[in-house]
């Protein structure tokens, strides 16, 4: 019920902002300025109320303003991929550019060779691929940098350290204290490990998508029917790259827990970098 009348305000503060209904109310108010009268201002509230109550509930404009915020939600997330873009080096800009320049060509390949309009949805799916490369690469270089800013020697021989100070305690107390701080430095060594695998694994996948990518081009141009298309696996690799999202979903919130018992207890020299140690 709640989310029901939430999504009827939604409409209802869209059908206020349309521009039809900016414009007509500022001609009932030019008008009335114009007579000196009170008849259109009332005229004005008549119709808005009648507006109000009729255009929001239409399902009519309920399907045009759903339009219209796909529309604008792909708009704003093309910029923001490409605001995402412009912030990777050189080398990676070059990595994007061109496999998006193979997707292109493929979509022109296929519609010269076969003579079709449209591009078929399971080849159009390349966008989406694309997408995906990118945001891998994303993660790939933030946690490459986040790898390369790490000694894992130096954790190696804290860990000795913290282990010899267990043994050498002079009381449970302090006992109990290095004990907390041994079980934190093993799980950053293990942290680091399941990290590492992590980056592998993302280079490897990118590694995927663009051989992928060559294949179809391969096939297309050498093979240009739609049945040739269709028998690609595409959701093999749409399965691939869901399962190392997920990995990566799995591993960020395991750095994440780390992160927050090493700043439980003041290990601010182990938490990850560009996190906060407030």
Do not use: C
Not at 26 to 45: E, R
Request: glycine share 2%; hydrophobic share 40%; net charge positive.
């Amino acid at each position: 019920m709640m989310e029901r009348t939430k999504n009827n305000l939604e409409y209802l503060k869209e059908a206020l902002r349309e521009p039809a209904n900016f414009w007509g109310l500022a001609g009932f108010a030019i008008a009335a300025a114009y007579t000196q009268s009170l008849i259109p201002l009332i005229a004005a509230l008549i119709s808005e109320l009648l507006y109000l109550s009729t255009v929001p509930t239409s399902s009519v404009y309920r399907r045009l303003v759903d339009r219209r915020r796909r529309r604008e939600a792909l708009e704003e997330r093309r910029r923001q991929r490409q605001r995402l873009i412009e912030s990777f080096d050189p080398r990676e800009r070059e990595a994007v550019n061109y496999l998006n320049y193979v997707k292109e060509q493929i979509y022109k390949d296929y519609k010269r060779l076969t003579g079709a309009r449209e591009i078929p949805s399971n080849l159009k799916s390349l966008d989406q691929r694309w997408e995906d490369f990118v945001d891998l690469l994303d993660v790939y270089r933030r946690r490459k940098k986040h790898l390369r800013s790490i000694n894992r020697q130096v954790i190696q021989n804290q860990l000795k350290q913290a282990e010899r100070a267990v043994e050498e305690a002079a009381d449970e107390r302090e006992r109990r204290i290095q004990q907390a701080n041994v079980a934190i430095l093993r799980r950053r060594l293990a942290a680091f490990d399941e990290l590492e695998r992590s980056v592998k694994l993302v280079e490897g996948q990118l590694q995927s998508i663009e051989n992928f990518f060559g294949l179809v081009k391969d096939q297309v141009v050498a093979l240009p029917t739609p049945e040739r298309v269709s028998m690609i696996d595409f959701e093999q690799l749409s399965d691939s790259i869901a399962m190392t999202k997920q990995m990566l979903e799995e591993t960020s919130e395991a750095i994440g827990a780390l992160d927050a018992q090493n700043r439980a207890l003041g290990n601010y020299d182990l938490l990850t970098p560009g996190t906060s140690s407030r």
